[in-house]
Every structure is written in C-alpha cells, then in structure tokens.
C-alpha cells in the first residue's frame, strides 16, 4: 500500500490547516495510522496516530488539542486537522501505517511511508 500526503501550504500564526493521507489500498482493522514531522535541522517527531479499527488516538505531547487525527475507512485516508498553528509547527509532515498498536512514537517501528507535506507557519 503506498501513502499519498497532501495539503500542506503556508499559513500565518494562528490559521489552521488539514493534512490528508490517501492509501493506494484498503487499510486493514489491525492496522494503524500516523503523522510525523521533521523541521529543518531536527529529527523525525510524532504527532498524532489512530487504530485503524477502534478509531483510537494517540498524540505528542506537544499537540495539547491543537491537532485533531481522524480517519475515512471507506476512503482509506487519514487527517491531520492543525489549528492555532505556530511557526514552531513548520516542518515537513509524513504519513506512516504500521501493523498493529499505534501507542508507538519512534519512526522506526513504523515500516510504510508516505512523502512529506511542506507546512509552513509564517509568523
């Protein structure tokens, strides 16, 4: 299953933007989802995951209820809804899935991976 990341953009301190993940196949119950970013100069952090079949959500600590997860079973996609955004949240996002728990924050226990989305927080 390839991962498709989209709708990234430049937005000014305090807008709100929303990220989709568009699978090429069908995503599985026992699967999860996840969004990950890197900003220039930094490591690969996590954001956000779900379980594919439960609908339940995993956050960074960072996030603090500015970023809603969510998902589309019949679409196979998934979203990241980001608001109140701050220039600290410019960075390169990724879709990544996984088989099984999505309570796992390190990139490398996540084995498919989309291409990033620029976002760009202008202050």
């Known amino acids: 299953v390839q991962l498709q990341a989209s709708g990234g953009g430049l937005v000014q301190t305090g807008g709100s933007l929303t990220l989709s993940c568009a699978a090429s196949?069908?995503?599985?119950?026992?699967?999860?989802m996840s969004w990950f970013r890197r900003a220039p100069g930094k490591e690969r952090e996590f954001v956000a995951s779900?379980?594919?079949?439960?609908?339940?959500?995993y956050y960074g600590d960072f996030v603090n209820g500015r970023f809603t997860i969510s998902k589309d079973g019949p679409k196979n996609a998934v979203y990241l809804q980001m608001s109140n955004l701050k220039p600290e949240d410019t960075a390169v996002y990724y879709c990544?899935?996984?088989?099984?728990?999505?309570?796992?924050?390190?990139?490398?226990?996540?084995?498919?991976w989309g291409q990033g989305t620029q976002v760009t927080v202008s202050s």
């Open positions: 990544a899935g996984r088989s099984g728990s999505h309570y796992v924050t390190y990139e490398r226990d996540w084995n498919n």
């Open positions: 196949g069908r995503i599985f119950t026992g699967n999860a």
């Open positions: 779900i379980r594919w079949g439960s609908g339940s959500t």
